[in-house]
């Protein structure tokens, strides 16, 4: 078998870029499209992000977590990684609040409810009743969600770790899936962001997260030998081109094609990304590597900064600039931001935080 190295995932990286993209574009669709737009399955993204943090946590844990590596340890990493940008989400999510009672705006919400909510946020406490506001278990930025369903599984994939065998994860996916199976044919697989479907979020949590890193144990840990995937020759921008495709199908075809998503589909494109000699190469590398650098700041601080443009430029500004130009202008000015917020604030702050951190020593690999 192949051994893998940080590179031979680039072509993940650069799906993951693809996926908050289309997340960009999906909550301010009105900004670019009329309503009803091209992305139809845009909100399947979600379950694209759970599927990849699933491979590449096993990827990066396994073995550290059955040589040892407790649970506090693991999940101050995970902290490290995704808590600095859901700080600074959440403080960009009270700026317009905050700018609107400042400037005494009809229908300022109370100071006491923004200091709850965002005393909430900030401790990633999810609001279970959350009026308006998207009806969003963090109202502040409601993307975050998903996060906080990240960080639960997490500290589950390391309570169980060593636990964790072939049967166990074909277990928990299988009963995650019945789940979604049954959500799907009852108001949808897009829950858990909201207070009314909260609990569902936890098997559609499952079924992607735990679903990843089965498909890791199968594909690339060699627990399957007898066979293997074809090689493509482009695997990010032929995987890319293939999500981007499933997630502009028509809303109207559900909730079927949903689940093909979820159970075929998405674990196909990854399957495909991370083969054994699928390394992105060239400009596909390097697109690869500029996208997934973006992903995360770009998921994470679009929502507020959507909110404070929509506020700032198009409301208090007077700015009339119509779709796509002002969806292409607004997602410009996140991009930009995010990047920003990558290279200013969140890797020289995870670089400190990490410092004094040893990397536990693993044992050969078999």
């Not at 680039?10 to 301010?28: C, E, N």
């Not at 909260?198 to 066979?227: D, E, H, K, M, Q």
């Not at 495709?245 to 990854?270: E, K, N, S, T, Y």
């Not at 690869?288 to 409301?315: C, E, K």
Request: charged share 15%.
């Amino acid at each position: 078998m192949q051994t893998t190295t940080k590179d031979h995932f680039l072509a993940l990286d650069g799906l993951r870029g693809v996926a908050a993209l289309a997340v960009l574009v999906m909550h301010r669709g009105r900004w670019f499209y009329a309503p009803g737009g091209f992305l139809g399955h845009g909100y399947l993204a979600v379950d694209f992000f759970f599927l990849l943090s699933g491979f590449v946590i096993a990827f990066a844990y396994d073995r550290r977590i059955q040589a040892g590596m407790t649970p506090w340890t693991f999940m101050r990493l995970r902290l490290i990684r995704l808590y600095p940008l859901i700080f600074l989400g959440m403080l960009l999510g009270a700026a317009w609040p905050l700018i609107r009672i400042l400037t005494d705006m009809r229908g300022a919400p109370d100071p006491g409810a923004l200091a709850y909510d965002l005393i909430r946020g900030l401790s990633l406490i999810p609001d279970d009743y959350a009026p308006g506001a998207g009806d969003s278990i963090f109202p502040l930025n409601g993307p975050t969600w998903s996060l906080f369903f990240e960080l639960l599984v997490n500290l589950v994939f390391v309570l169980i770790g060593p636990r964790l065998s072939l049967k166990v994860l074909a277990a928990i996916v299988t009963l995650s899936a019945v789940a979604m199976t049954w959500a799907a044919f009852h108001g949808g697989v897009d829950v858990g962001g909201r207070p009314s479907t909260i609990l569902a979020g936890f098997p559609r949590t499952g079924v992607g997260f735990f679903g990843g890193a089965l498909l890791y144990r199968l594909i690339v840990a060699g627990r399957a030998r007898s066979w293997s995937l074809p090689r493509l020759p482009a695997p990010f921008l032929t995987c890319g081109l293939g999500l981007t495709a499933i997630l502009c199908v028509p809303r109207a075809i559900q909730p079927v094609f949903d689940l093909l998503a979820l159970f075929v589909l998405f674990p196909a494109l990854v399957a495909f990304a991370a083969a054994p000699g699928a390394a992105s190469a060239g400009f596909g590398a390097k697109l690869s590597r500029l996208a997934g650098d973006l992903s995360y700041p770009v998921y994470v601080l679009h929502y507020p900064l959507y909110v404070l443009i929509g506020g700032l430029g198009f409301r208090m500004g007077g700015l009339n600039i119509p779709p796509p130009w002002r969806g292409l202008l607004s997602a410009a000015i996140v991009i930009g931001a995010a990047w920003a917020a990558l290279k200013l604030y969140d890797e020289p702050l995870r670089r400190r935080l990490m410092q004094g951190i040893k990397p536990r020593a693993l044992p050969a690999a078999a």
